[in-house]
């Protein structure tokens, strides 16, 4: 029993402290009262006022036809949504996590953008694009001659299914990339010296390194396909609906709170399942690894095949995530034709007056959100969640990767992904109930808008923390530990450059999830601090091509100022390659 | 990591104190849908008038909006709510939010708005839910305006019209109350099943329809006929780009085709400033605010004096005889009009 500990056995799970069980103090109580207290209330609340029982809406809706087929629907359109999101993904992941190349970092920052679009000008931009009389069919139309516009597009579940993959696809990009960007390529290399064909290597070697990534990223897409609110109304129209979808008609079309409580219950019971698989997964797909720094693993493309393939990536990325957000910005420029109802492509009349109007409050209302303020309010809201979200997804990362056998960390574990299986509505008024009474009185604060997005941010950081934390070498940290270095020491000089790099990762989460948050934000809004979309909705809200372009305007501002943020992300990026 | 969000917490709990500091001139909250606008000038009016501050609490669309206040009975997050429509009336009555409130105001108002006895939810203003038409379309193509709603099962307006979804919008709702209204509960399912049968397009929300499938009102729609407002054409000038003398939509205001939507305002039950409560109200139904709503708000006044922009004069559309449902069947009957619509219409 003497002599040193296995290297596969981490000291620090063997050797538990009191002091470190304390890093869970932070996050558990974030969630404890911004997140199951409310939920609890307002669940609570919701079936207490079903007259005939607590048990009376389970009857009630398990005995309409329609619920199977929601509830059926809601998985199958995340399953399939979740497949497409990967196989557009994953050659991105590749191209951006393996090579450098020109305009890499416009591009990684550019995938960021549809996901903080609010849907309803998504809905918009592909309208532009493939509606009926959109830019593609009219085109069409014109060179073949046609009658009618031979693409049907909207409220088709091709739409939903595209629209899911413009929104998520960054996420398995940046998730996976930034993995495989640290993936120390002489092992695939190895295999192939070996005698390994490329694709056995890539098979044997190269997919289990990469699958604790792949993992995270596919149940962050599914959970948020799974509880797509947005996407399925709009784009898919009245005859799709979705367990959140139902969750909102019952609550705000029909005032049905219990029904609605049930169905929230149901859909946080699936969330649960999903997460207990996928942490249970996740524990099993992780082995230590020699992370590298990016450069090494990163190369120039060299040879037809890696061209042809950056290609291919490039334009599916334009087709799929540009196209859309380049209809949107062009629309916002462009003169709606006051002869309307002809059959032909708009008359290109560029016009900067949409954006002009946006700094004039003519009829001088109280509520007029120049465009100056709504992005400074979107910043600030932004920047209090990045800070929030990381000081508590850290200590929650680290634990479960340093003590994944605690009774406490395999508790937690498939906990910590509930709040994206909650519908905005039901937490909106849930911190209604909860956090309107003492002992935590935030009635009106402004504050409870940062607060929800952390919610939905905390997650995301975790997530992206924990597959680098739990591959690294647990060697690493005994030397230091055995040199005499403390826990916090250790954390500081050995573990925090090596997740350097997915700390940014996780900000440019945080940061994108707060700045396209609308369904929790229009609930608890201040009209003293409009966010962007909630700006956006205003103008899109109101009769008029005036304010339909002024929407338009807000939106592609909307689109610029995430660019550029990522953009600056990116190059912080860069400053920190050297400490890797 | 501790300390950061224990100083985010304490950071909370201060900015949520100071929100509510009790120094100063008193706060009057108002929570409203959020649709809800005013002009600077009017509000100053009020603040100057009264030494109060006015604090407005947008929570999301009406429905949402009443939600959050029957929820927050017990503590409640403002002291007036304002933007309950006669469709959600019964509702906001039976679950008892409002304190009674017999307001001198109400005496300019007519008594066809005052549909609650009590005095607990006081009218503010109305609008019509109509068919908008795309003028160009009907007028290339020499075709009628439809002017009766059984014409619009007529095969020659097959595929011309765009509705709202009832279960998720406003709009929708008073229109299938508008059916309701004119064939009865025995007869509009059988109106909506001819409807489907003449290619109706059902889409989920207002915005939808107006802005992307109605040809009247952008680029890329398809259809001359949707379900929008009375007032809609007025801001088809209002808010042109560029700017036009004449609306390229019109408004159908025929007997029976429209809805009748009117908004109320109510003192919320637990408010510790009735007094300056009930100034606000006075205020809401006065000259002064009830003129500045339109073009606020896209609404028309309930207070007979107040005078209308001359655009709105020269383009509005108010229908002499709207559809009728009572408030009450619609409050008992709601949900399942709405599920059978839905099994009709969209199944």
Avoid at chain 2, 4 to 11: C, R
Wanted: overall charge negative.
């Amino acid at each position: 029993m003497t002599g040193t500990p296995p290297d596969d056995v981490d000291v620090a799970t063997r050797r538990p402290s009191l002091g470190a069980g304390l890093l869970w103090l932070a996050p558990l109580g974030f969630l404890a009262i911004f997140f199951f207290y409310p939920l609890a209330a307002i669940l609570v609340a919701s079936f207490a006022r079903s007259l005939a029982g607590p048990l009376a809406p389970w009857a009630d809706l398990f005995a309409r036809p329609s619920f199977p087929r929601v509830v059926g629907f809601t998985l199958a359109q995340a399953l399939a949504s979740t497949a497409l999101t990967l196989m557009l993904g994953l050659p991105a992941a590749y191209l951006v996590g393996r090579h450098t190349f020109r305009g890499r970092s416009l591009l990684l920052a550019l995938t960021a953008v549809p996901f903080v679009m609010p849907t309803v000008v998504v809905a918009a931009a592909f309208t532009a694009l493939l509606g009926p009389r959109g830019w593609v069919n009219v085109a069409l139309m014109e060179m073949l001659h046609l009658e009618a516009p031979p693409i049907a597009f909207v409220h088709t579940l091709t739409a939903i299914l595209v629209a899911h993959v413009f929104y998520n696809t960054t996420i398995v990009v940046r998730l996976v990339g930034d993995f495989w960007s640290h993936l120390d390529p002489r092992q695939t290399e190895a295999a192939q010296v070996l005698g390994a064909s490329r694709a056995h290597a890539w098979r044997t070697v190269t997919l289990p390194l990469l699958l604790p990534a792949i993992a995270a990223a596919s149940a962050l897409v599914f959970l948020f396909d799974f509880t797509s609110f947005g996407v399925i109304l709009l784009l898919g129209g009245p005859r799709f609906s979705t367990l959140e979808v139902e969750i909102y008609t019952q609550t705000v079309g029909l005032l049905n709170l219990p029904i609605a409580a049930t169905l929230a219950l149901i859909q946080l019971a699936c969330t649960l399942a999903l997460s207990g698989v996928y942490t249970a997964l996740a524990r099993r797909v992780n082995r230590p690894l020699t992370l590298q720094p990016a450069h090494l693993a990163q190369q120039p493309l060299a040879g037809a095949r890696q061209r042809w393939l950056a290609a291919a990536v490039v334009v599916a990325l334009s087709v799929f995530l540009l196209a859309p957000l380049g209809a949107l910005a062009l629309r916002s420029v462009t003169r709606l034709d006051p002869e309307r109802g002809q059959t032909s492509l708009p008359a290109p009349a560029i016009t900067l007056a949409y954006y002009r109007a946006l700094g004039e409050n003519p009829r001088q209302s109280i509520f007029h959100a120049a465009p100056a303020t709504a992005i400074g309010v979107s910043l600030t809201y932004a920047a209090i969640t990045v800070v929030l979200s990381l000081a508590l997804g850290m200590p929650a990362a680290w634990m479960l990767a340093r003590r994944p056998d605690d009774f406490l960390s395999r508790l937690v574990d498939p906990l910590l992904l509930l709040p994206l299986g909650t519908s905005a509505v039901t937490l909106g008024l849930g911190f209604t109930l909860a956090l309107a009474a003492p002992p935590l009185d935030l009635r009106t604060s402004p504050v409870l808008i940062p607060l929800a997005h952390t919610l939905v941010a905390f997650p995301f950081v975790v997530r992206s923390l924990l597959p680098p934390l739990r591959s690294l070498q647990p060697r690493l940290r005994q030397a230091a530990s055995v040199l005499g270095a403390a826990p916090a020491r250790v954390f500081r000089t050995i573990e925090l450059p090596l997740i350097a790099r997915a700390l940014l990762l996780a900000s440019a989460f945080s940061f994108t999830i707060s700045l396209g948050e609308f369904g929790a934000t229009t609930i608890l809004a201040r009209p003293e601090f409009p966010t962007l979309p909630v700006a956006i909705y205003r103008y899109l809200s109101r009769p008029g091509a005036l304010n339909y372009g002024q929407a338009l305007a807000m939106s592609t501002i909307l689109m610029i100022v995430c660019a550029a943020a990522m953009l600056a992300l990116e190059k912080l990026r860069f400053g920190e390659q050297g400490e890797f | 990591m501790k300390l950061a969000s224990a100083i985010g917490l304490a950071a909370a709990a201060l900015v949520a104190a100071c929100a509510r500091t009790p120094a100063g001139p008193p706060v009057l909250t108002v929570m409203t849908h959020d649709s809800f606008a005013a002009s600077e000038p009017v509000i100053q009016a009020f603040e100057q008038q009264t030494g109060a501050k006015l604090q407005f609490l947008p929570s999301g669309d009406a429905g949402t909006a009443l939600n959050r206040a029957i929820l927050a009975r017990q503590h409640p997050l403002a002291d007036v709510f304002y933007g309950v429509d006669n469709t959600f009336l019964s509702r906001a009555l039976d679950e008892d939010i409002f304190e009674v409130y017999d307001s001198p105001a109400l005496a300019a108002i007519p008594g066809e708005f005052q549909l609650d006895p009590t005095h607990r939810a006081l009218p503010v203003d109305f609008g019509d839910v109509c068919l908008n038409y795309d003028k160009s379309f009907f007028d290339s193509r020499g075709l009628p305006v439809p002017g009766r709603l059984e014409d619009l099962t007529d095969p020659r307006y097959r595929g011309l019209l765009v509705v709202e979804n009832p279960a998720t919008s406003s709009p929708g709702l008073a229109f299938l109350l508008t059916t309701i209204g004119h064939f009865g509960e025995d007869g509009y399912l059988d109106y909506w099943r001819a409807l489907r049968q003449n290619d109706v397009l059902v889409v989920n929300d207002w915005e939808a329809a107006y802005n992307e499938e109605f040809s009247g009102a952008s680029a890329v729609g398809t259809r001359p006929l949707v379900v929008s407002y009375g007032s809609s054409p007025p801001f088809e000038v209002l808010y042109a780009e560029p700017p036009v003398s004449e609306p390229s939509t019109g408004a159908i205001t025929a007997d029976d085709m429209c809805f009748r939507q009117i908004e109320f305002v109510g003192i919320l039950k637990g408010t510790t400033r009735r007094s300056l409560a009930e100034q606000w109200i006075d205020f809401m139904l006065s000259v002064t605010f009830q003129e500045d709503m339109p073009l606020q708000m896209f609404v028309f006044p309930v207070n007979p004096e107040a005078k209308l922009d001359p655009v709105f004069e020269q383009f509005m559309a108010v229908p002499t005889h709207p559809a009728q449902v009572e408030a009450q069947a619609i409050a008992t009957h709601r949900d399942e009009w709405i599920e059978a619509w839905t099994e009709v219409v969209l199944r």
